[in-house]
């Protein structure tokens, strides 16, 4: 009975002596909220055009408008999806391919990727003129300078990757 005593005695010191070294460390732990991983996402998010961050945020958009854009979302939706899952086994091949080290097989992948998503082009056109109809002009005014950026964004590709 002793020993069982002196055991638990022993385990609630070891808990408590790392609570209090955890509790003095001068640093926080990251989680996955502070990797630059999940900041740089909600960057390229609010840069997007189409991005939920900040889309509406910055164009102050009315409740009805955020009503329009929201139906206009969801009726392309179906060809986005049909596109993405086209597109998946070569997304996926391509990351196993760069797994493995080979980078020409994993840069054909990515080129039949890039085919697959330039065909649903014209509806994603669609998709922007008719968001862009329900715009003021001032509103219309930043949309343009949106795409504007993420077109630029687009065209930098993997050359533009890490440079500011």
Not at 123 to 131: G, L, P, S, T
Not at 132 to 141: G, S
Request: charged fraction near 25%; avoid cysteine; proline fraction near 2%.
């Amino acid at each position: 009975m002793l020993k069982v005593r002196t055991l638990a005695l022993g385990a609630l010191m070891v808990v408590g002596v790392a609570g209090v070294s955890a509790a003095q460390s001068t640093t926080t732990p990251r989680t996955r909220a502070d990797s630059g991983a999940y900041h740089r996402g909600r960057e390229m998010g609010a840069r997007r055009a189409g991005g939920r961050e900040g889309f509406g945020r910055d164009l102050n958009l009315t409740e009805a408008q955020k009503t329009q854009i929201k139906a206009i979302r969801q009726k392309y939706q179906p060809q986005n999806a049909a596109l993405r899952t086209q597109a998946k086994p070569y997304m996926e091949a391509a990351r196993a391919a760069r797994q493995k080290g080979d980078t020409a097989t994993a840069r054909t992948n990515m080129e039949k990727v890039r085919q697959i998503m330039q065909g649903g082009q014209t509806y994603r056109n669609q998709e922007n003129a008719e968001i862009r109809a329900i715009l003021t002009p001032d509103q219309q005014a930043k949309w343009d300078a949106h795409q504007k950026a993420a077109a630029d964004h687009r065209g930098k590709g993997w050359a533009g990757k890490g440079k500011k």
